[in-house]
């Protein structure tokens, strides 16, 4: 098995967090995103969508995108569960994993493509488009410290892998200079929280 990786990307960043609240360790081939490895003939016979992570298991099947990764090393190692436990819990870890990964991952990823410089080597910019996705990306922030001002977690009660979705989008966005505001101390306990786990440094 490996595990087609980016060491500064973060959708891989969201599989190597996961992993390591498993504790499975997986060898890792190193694709750089800004010398455009992913898109070179060999990467695409691994992956179509020329993007990373990819998985390829030991048979030579490959796992595209960053939950369906999860979601298979969450059936082959049920512990600890990160993707809720019982039928409510877990429709409330899909549900909200969703939204952070549509409101809030995503208008992240935007802004760094297209206003970082080193966006460029990705995207053909366009400045109004994520000064438009950082204002999204800003306001989903102060609606979230609402949200988490009576939970834990982003899912509940529960580490879920929500948290790491929201998680990295927080820490890609410093790059990106969307920072916790001042005011927003549900969100800053939530994620001084979260981001002192061992596994985010992954
Ligand atoms: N939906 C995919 C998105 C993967 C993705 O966009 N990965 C980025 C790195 S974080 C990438 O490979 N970008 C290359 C490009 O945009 O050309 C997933 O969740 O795995």
Redesign the pocket.
């Known amino acids: 098995m490996k595990l087609y990786d980016?060491a500064m990307?973060?959708?891989?960043?969201?599989?190597r967090i996961f992993l390591a609240e498993k504790g499975i360790e997986v060898p890792t081939v190193q694709?750089n995103?800004m010398k455009?490895e992913?898109?070179s003939d060999d990467y695409r016979k691994v992956?179509a969508?020329?993007?990373?992570?990819?998985l390829e298991l030991d048979d030579g099947t490959i796992i595209?995108?960053?939950?369906?990764?999860c979601r298979y090393f969450e059936e082959i190692q049920p512990e600890p569960p990160l993707f809720g436990t019982g039928a409510v819990e877990r429709a409330q870890v899909e549900a909200w994993n969703r939204r952070m990964?549509l409101e809030f991952f995503m208008p992240t990823?935007m802004t760094f493509?297209h206003l970082h410089p080193a966006g460029a080597?990705?995207?053909g910019q366009i400045k109004e488009y994520g000064e438009s996705q950082k204002a999204i990306a800003l306001k989903r922030m102060a609606i979230l410290d609402g949200e988490l001002a009576d939970k834990e977690f982003i899912a509940g009660d529960s580490f879920s892998i929500a948290d790491i979705t929201a998680a990295v989008s927080i820490g890609f966005g410093k790059v990106s200079k969307h920072y916790i505001g001042e005011d927003q101390k549900n969100l800053q306990r939530w994620y001084d929280q979260v981001s002192a786990r061992p596994s985010m440094s992954a």
């Open positions: 980016t990307a973060p959708n891989p960043q969201r599989v694709i995103l455009g992913h898109r992956a969508n020329m993007r990373v992570p990819a595209l995108e960053s939950v369906a990764i990964e990823a493509r080597a990705l995207e």
